[in-house]
């Protein structure tokens, strides 16, 4: 799983976590007609304030910056709680990861993983449209963390209700 760790001492930004690119920050975003209300949302996501919705999904064409979104999240939630567990994974990454619990026979460790996360970034979940079982595996952690008052982010190329291979839970 990609989890963003801090280095030791670090007081401005976590080391390159596996998964996030470090050139994908708040900083670097251009905002425009299209996104800002999503930039805007991203940026209250980030600061861990109380108050936004949980999940937040980010839908709409490629280069509308949903992946720069979610890897700025996963920055900037990482740099105001050092101490907090962020994941990010692109569906694809889950899917393999997934596989190779199941082949390892570790698919309780996976799934604890998951669930022991602060913030959960999933990027393109469209990719897990006809994959009854995947879409199951991540049902499961997702509610937990749900429950728990985790926060979850999620991206995919079109609005949940037209992503007709992925379940509607």
Do not use: C
């Not at 919705?53 to 709680?81: C, D, M, S």
């Not at 390892?104 to 990027?123: C, V």
């Not at 728990?148 to 379940?167: N, Q, Y």
């Amino acid at each position: 799983l990609a989890r963003a760790q801090p280095s030791p001492g670090a007081s401005q930004r976590p080391t390159r976590a596996a998964g996030l690119q470090e050139r994908l920050s708040f900083d670097s975003f251009v905002p425009g007609q299209g996104n800002e209300f999503a930039f805007a949302m991203a940026r209250q996501v980030a600061t861990w304030a109380d108050g936004h919705f949980n999940p937040v999904f980010f839908h709409g064409p490629y280069g509308y910056g949903k992946t720069h979104l979610l890897n700025a999240i996963g920055w900037e939630a990482q740099r105001l709680r050092p101490d907090a567990k962020v994941i990010y994974l692109t569906a694809e990454r889950f899917l393999s990861a997934f596989v190779r619990a199941v082949m390892d026979r570790s698919t309780a460790a996976f799934k604890e993983e998951l669930r022991g996360a602060d913030l959960l970034l999933i990027d393109d979940v469209q990719f897990i449209g006809g994959k009854a079982s995947t879409q199951e595996e991540l049902f499961h952690p997702l509610t937990a963390l749900l429950e728990d008052g985790r926060r979850v982010v999620l991206t995919g190329d079109k609005p949940p209700s037209a992503m007709t291979e992925v379940d509607a839970r």
